[in-house]
């Protein structure tokens, strides 16, 4: 539509919202969906979480703005958690909190990027990635690594698509969609040719406490120290602490991109509600002892999710260590016929579809990653919901 601005209809709409929406009207319409589209942990905020957020509604300090980067005790609550949990140090001025971990991304962008600049985004990547680096002008550059890698990033083939243009790589791990732990070695070789080369390292640590087996998350800003005058950590409590409609995420980066960031901040949305805040400062400074609780009960799921789906002829999924994702070649469902409508997908896009209209399962197309020939299964879902879930994909799969 010639009103809308040419970055805006450059912009492609969230296909994992969009999958989760869909589900969501279907269910609403009164069908009975199975959803394994949302990054959406389904365990309630914890008590003590919902209790500091109710107490903090009655108190009319709370009523007011806070200062645009976040509440003091906020920011200084994250570089405690950040020592904590990353092993580094950094100041409560070098955080901003922003709107989700989504706005913490938007604004990293914003404040980097000149037009033409180039990012490499390790593929699969986590959807808005490459949107947000168009939104700012910037040009994403698709490195892939496929499951016969463990989808890890390989120095070689990010090398290779280094230009005099790239400004930034993107490191995700735990990663979205993958599931994928990066191991320590990719991680510090990653450091030091960002290093070698001058070039931003953005990492998105959101899902850091979710490890399975021998996994472990690699801080990049604790393995290479010395990477940390070109490092933005992007985190939030969503996932970690079953907050993801609280809305409350951060990025930690050299202090002129910090102030950067929230100058940007003052003019878009001044801060974050303040009441979230305080739920947020009860998170982070709270044990994590409800954390590897939920840790727990995800990786129940994990084992039962990538059995059943290796167990559905045409399918393959590497076993996951991290996030709460199963990725799963689908390539051996498509071009045959399926279902009691003999259906046939020439797509994982079109076997997404297909899958949620007719056995009313919804999973998230890998073209929304990247990766063509995929499907992304959230296993944040109760236990008996995937049990049904993966029946009904076997069912439908196996005709
Ligand atoms: N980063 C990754 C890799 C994610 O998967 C998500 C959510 O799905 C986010 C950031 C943003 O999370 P939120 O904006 O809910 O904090």
């Known amino acids: 539509w010639q009103t809308l601005s040419d970055r805006i209809n450059n912009v ?11 589900a969501k009207a279907m269910k609403a319409a009164g069908l009975d969906v199975i959803g394994f589209g949302a990054g959406e942990p389904n365990f309630p905020t914890p008590d003590y979480v919902v209790d500091a957020a109710a107490a903090a509604c009655r108190d009319p300090k709370n009523y007011k703005y806070t200062p645009t980067p976040g509440l003091p005790e906020l920011r200084e609550a994250i570089a405690a958690k950040t020592l904590r949990d990353s092993g580094y140090e950094v100041t409560p001025e070098q955080v901003v909190v922003t709107n989700g971990g989504k706005q ?3 604004s990293t962008f914003q404040v980097l990027l000149n037009d033409g600049d180039e990012v490499i985004i390790p593929t699969p990547y986590w959807t808005s990635y490459p949107e947000a680096v168009k939104l700012a002008g910037g040009k994403p550059v698709l490195v892939f690594a496929g499951g016969e890698r463990g989808f890890e990033p390989d120095l070689a083939a990010l090398e290779a698509a280094r230009t005099p243009h790239t400004k930034a790589i993107i490191v995700n ?6 599931g994928a732990v990066w191991s320590p070695d990719t991680i510090r070789a990653i450091a030091q040719w960002a290093i070698d080369h001058h070039i931003w390292i953005i990492s998105d640590e959101i899902y850091e406490h979710l490890n399975y087996d021998d996994a472990k998350t690699t801080y990049i800003g604790a393995a290479v120290p010395e990477c940390r005058d070109q490092l933005i950590v992007l985190n939030g409590v969503a996932k970690t602490y079953a907050m993801p409609g609280w809305r409350v995420g951060w990025l930690i980066a050299p202090l002129p991109v910090a102030k950067a960031a929230a100058k940007l901040q003052g003019h878009m949305t001044s801060n974050v509600a303040n009441v979230s805040q305080r739920a947020a400062i009860a998170a982070v400074s709270g044990s994590l002892e409800v954390v590897h609780a939920m840790r727990e009960a995800f990786d129940v799921r994990r084992r039962a999710i990538v059995a059943a789906l290796n167990d559905i002829d045409g399918v393959t999924c590497p076993t996951p260590t991290g996030a709460f994702y199963a990725f799963a070649d689908v390539t051996g469902l498509l071009n045959r016929p399926l279902g009691e409508n003999g259906t046939v997908s020439s797509s994982s896009s079109e076997l997404s579809a297909a899958l949620l209209d007719e056995a009313h399962v919804a999973a998230v197309p890998g073209e929304a990653f990247g990766a063509p020939g995929y499907l992304r299964f959230s296993y944040a879902l109760a236990d008996d919901q ?3 879930g993966m029946r009904r994909f076997k069912q439908w799969a196996s005709r």
Request: proline share 13%; hydrophobic share 45%; net charge negative.
């Open 104 to 106: 913490a991304v938007y």
């Open 386 to 388: 995937l049990a049904e």
């Open 12 to 22: 492609a709409p969230s296909a994992t919202l969009a999958v989760d929406a869909k």
């Open 173 to 178: 791990s735990p990663n979205n969609p993958t």
